[in-house]
């Protein structure tokens, strides 16, 4: 009898997982087909560093280094020189994208406003080379949308 | 000269169809997959739904080198896939398209089957074998006993069609249908049986041993690249279709129109029982896990085998009081 | 007719020669498992389709399955040298004369009686009456004994594991 | 007899499996010794991921750490960036605000859920079937965005940070949490009705792979691997921290300590986590979520270990400073390193096929046994 009764059993169990992908089978998919459908990227998203600039479109930089010391994997390169105004201003800013975990430290280092995080993603490339981004590219990227700077305390 | 030509021509329609259709059913297979879970599965080679796909991955697969292990029995790993192929495609030989639409129609047909059927195993042992790896070696011993124990209660499921029509062969079968009813009805019990030793026999998930990626890796094709192993695969969707189609001959009344539905030519309604089993296939693999290799023997000895031998008795005890 | 039947019989002669003289006992036996295939070939061409089918199902299926699986089981050494001719050639060669002669001889000396009649269209029904009544004895007896047989081998299997 | 038994001769064979397997969950190599299919003896050989996370730690800042951590159970970092901020802290004596330690509280627990789901996922994987797997992604990608949105990345959060978390919850993060709990409890019903209730699945985990009690405390083993032996040990419950000590939830307790108890354990630890997320979502104080931090951090002279309960046990770090602005040491207690050694105990004398249902059961991450 418990023979019977086992095989019942199991039959049932079966039966539930049958009925459990047929639903499925008629549900809506949740792919989304990439290339064509995109993400949609939350505030705040960590893609890579970028520069941030004034209203007259040039870097609010000091080349303090602050960055520098923050970063855990050294991939942040500043010189800085005395400006017209006789402010430090940065003259280089490199960042060579193929070390950088992207762990927002530099932003929450950054004192004077000058570094934020964009959202981009498709960071691939066909050279070594195109991986180190300089100033002037940081600064473009740094005017596009999806770029936000969050440091430490902030409400999102 | 005629009667060869005309054999060499049927041979051909049977080989085509039966390589379209493996492509359709790799195709199939992954869109079945993908809808059960959640995705889309191919969509970018062919719109709509990417049905080009099959079609762009054989061409990929022609293409590939052929790579030959160093360390293999060359003989061997050679004659694995060919040998693979050729069950699936002898099986078509005996299962009618339609009522004048069958290459050969042996009057021992269910027994032509089943012994095609055993010839299977000689690929897996050959490529298994013949591949010189541990993880292969392991695959043949267990597919080996896989056949083993589950030939036999194919076989029994067979004989409670066979004892019904009253002829092996496969055309005399579906018109005993035609007479009475479809064997699904007379037979639930054998077409359990049937269903559930098909699958093991065809080597699908939840009895995918010899193959069970998860364990084995791929088991006796995992030293197979390119067409060779396009060919194992096809082989394996030709097995399965042949299945299918089997199915429908002996217990959905073959090519039988149900409901007086005469109007839809008789090869469709052929094709529709055949895709209905494919479909039933597909969802048993992608909801199970995978029964262990002696979990899968005592399946065969304590259940499929003994209730396959009471089919056969209660067929016995109908027949004699029904007639 | 004849072309077929000619082929099958150089296919059938040359893998019965490979199963002796190859080194490899894998390949050995999965000639044999040819061998075997191509006797029922011939068996469909005798139009004895009924026996074919058995030939393959019982020879190919299961008793070449369960020897190329006892082999892959139980081999040692390397693959090529597992199945190496016999050091006894003179012992050998009196012996397959002695039986090519025997056989000869009997082949030789019986008399072949040549059936007018056509083989019959089906040959299921006329085998399944013989034996459920002439031979029905002997069927039952050899289930008995196969049925004996298997079950004697499968407590022998399990003596041997329970006392490892 | 006796003659037959001696002359049946059982031939070994030894099996790598890996570092190229699809079943050993990451770049680990198992030398199996097979005797048919039967596992006669599993000898894990690690190091094929091994970063030299501690090394690192030594040349880095000690909030240059934090990211690092993340990359050790990477299904799991938030977690690891806990025991490691709570190491430190106890050296410097910070006082954490109660709100971020509600927020800390809050996103273990969604990390612990979201860990336990890829773990069904590839669980059911293991055992050949696929579909669980992405029914649980389904779920779990929900999750992802929630941490995607506070934390502003995937997988590598870098958001607990010393006295604090980076940031406040975003506006709608009760909402959304919420939602995925309701959306989780239909799954849960779901992967019981697909897998876990399946009587296959059953013959494939009840009674296999035991680890008694005695056993799993001699070995050292923690979390559900642990309490699925019917040892009710949870750091959570055992040596609160953070603030667990104010939550209502059971610690669920296998009683064979087999496969299935174990995956049963991990089933119900998703629900009481759900009810932890819940009450702290309700009592959730207002306020600033960083404390008090020195602009450099200098812990004094001096060591600590703090532990917290990881989704696969504990996990502990132990911190040395000398008092510079770097660790002298850090020393990482990876509960996947010590659940590894138990693959031998529990899966000799079993088939191949349930070898592959340990490794699963015992659910671990390469990353973090090599480090």
Known sequence: MSYVRNVANVVATLLVGLRVTLREWFSRSITLQYPEQRWELPRGYRGHPVLLSDEEGKTKCTACGLCVRACPTDVITVKGAKG??????????????????????????????????????????YRREDLLYDMDTLLELGRGDGVAAITVGDKL | MQAVLWSVLKLLIVLTFILLNAMLLIWLERKVSAW????LGPMRVGRPQGWAQSIADVLKLLFKEDIVPSRVDKVLFVLGPIIAFMPALMVWAVIPFGPNFVSADLNIGVLYIAAIGSIGLMSIFTGGWGSNNKWSLISAMRSAAQLFSYEVPLVLALIGVVMLAGSLSLTDIIRAQQETAWYIL?????????????????????????????????????EYSGLRWAMYFLA????????????????????????????????VWFLLKTYLFVFVAMWIRWTFPRVRIDQLMDLSWKFLIPVALLNIALTGIGITIFS | MEIVFWITAFVVIASAVGVVTMTNLIHSALLLALTMFGVAVLFVILAADFLAAVQVLVYVGAVMALVVFGVMILQRGPMNLSNMPSKHVLGGLF???????????????????????????????????????????????????LTVAAIGAIILAKEVRAGD | MT??????????????????????????????????????????????????????????????????????????ALTNELAYVLAVEKLMGLEVPERAQYIRVIMAELQRIASHLLWFGTFGNDLGAFTPFLYAFRERETLIDIFEKTTGARLTYNYIRLGGVRNDLPAD??????????????????????????????????????????QAVAWGASGPTLRASGVAWDLRKSEPYLVYDRFDFEVPVGQKGDIYDRCICRMKEMEESAKIVRQALEGLPEGDVVGKVPRVIKPPQGQAYAAVEAPRGELGCFVVSDGGIKPYRVKWRSPCFVHLQLLDVIARGELVADFIANIGSIDIILGEVDR
Not at chain 4, 10 to 19: C, D, K, Y
Not at chain 4, 56 to 72: A, F, N, S
Request: charged content about 20%; aromatic content about 10%.
């Open chain 1, 84 to 125: 017209e105004d006789g402010k430090r201003v940065a003259t280089e800013w490199v960042l060579d994208m193929s070390r950088c975990i992207q762990c927002n430290l530099c932003v929450e280092a950054c004192k004077f406003d000058a570094l934020a995080m964009s959202d981009r993603y498709e960071l691939a490339c």
């Open chain 2, 36 to 39: 059960i879970q959640l995705r």
């Open chain 2, 186 to 222: 007379y037979q639930p019990l054998g077409f359990l049986v049937f269903l559930i030793a098909g699958i093991a026999e065809v080597n699908r998930t939840p009895f995918d041993l010899s193959e069970a990626e998860s364990e084995l890796v791929a088991g006796w094709h995992v």
């Open chain 2, 236 to 267: 394996e969707y030709g097995n399965l279709l042949a299945l299918s189609a089997l199915a429908a001959t002996l217990f959905l009344g073959g090519w039988t129109a149900p409901f007086g539905l005469d109007f839809i030519p008789p090869f």
């Open chain 3, 95 to 145: 012996a397959a004369i002695a039986t090519m002669g025997f056989l000869f001889w009997g082949l030789g000396s019986t008399e072949w009686p040549v059936s007018e009649a056509a083989p019959a269209a089906t040959t299921v029904e006329p085998i399944a009456e013989l034996l459920f009544t002439k031979y029905v004895v002997a069927f039952e007896v050899a289930g008995v004994l």
């Open chain 4, 3 to 76: 003659s037959a038994k001696q002359e049946l001769h059982r031939e070994e064979m030894v099996i790598n499996m890996g570092p190229q397997h699809p079943s050993t969950h990451g770049v680990l190599r198992a030398v199996v010794t097979l005797e048919g299919e039967t596992v006669r003896g599993v000898d894990p050989v690690i190091g094929y991921l091994h970063r030299c996370f501690e090394k690192i730690c030594e040349q880095k800042t000690w909030t240059q750490v934090i990211p690092y951590t993340d990359r050790t159970d990477y299904v799991a």
């Open chain 4, 173 to 214: 993060f009760e909402r959304e949490t919420l939602a995925f709990l309701e959306k989780l409890e239909k799954g849960l019903e779901e992967y019981h009705n697909l897998l876990i209730g399946n009587a296959i699945f059953e013959y494939r985990t009840k009674g296999l792979g035991v680890l008694t009690a005695e």
